[in-house]
């Protein structure tokens, strides 16, 4: 799914509206498919890699499948502790 279902998927949408680029927001089992895919070209630089690169410019993940907390990265642990919706609240204050 994650080479194939969503390469179509994105390229579907690239193609309907014409863009060169696009955002992708995903929960879940998307953001899984989006970091198999991202990891892809991880050893060599693979096509569905440059592809990624090329079209998509930002990825967000809502409940990703992948939690940092454990990272040692202070820029990853400060991340994980993000709730989206003191995130949300910053954008769209009520």
């Keep these: ?18 863009r060169q680029k ?7 089992q998307g953001t899984a498919q989006m970091f198999i895919a991202a990891s892809d070209g991880h050893r060599t ?8 690169r090329e079209h998509v410019s930002i ?7 992948a939690w940092l907390g454990h990272s040692n990265s202070l820029l990853l642990k400060a991340l994980a502790d993000v709730r989206i919706q003191d995130l949300a609240s910053l954008f769209f204050p009520l």
Excluded: K
């Excluded at 994650?2 to 949408?13: F, H, K, N, P």
């Excluded at 696009?22 to 879940?28: C, D, G, M, N, W």
């Excluded at 990825?59 to 499948?65: E, G, H, N, Q, W």
């Design 22 to 28: 696009l955002a992708y927001v995903a929960h879940s």
């Design 45 to 52: 630089e693979s096509q569905l890699h440059t592809w990624l």
């Design 1 to 18: 799914m994650a080479r194939l279902d969503l390469l179509a998927m994105l390229g579907t949408e690239l193609n309907i509206t014409g």
């Design 59 to 65: 990825f967000v993940a809502l409940s990703p499948i």
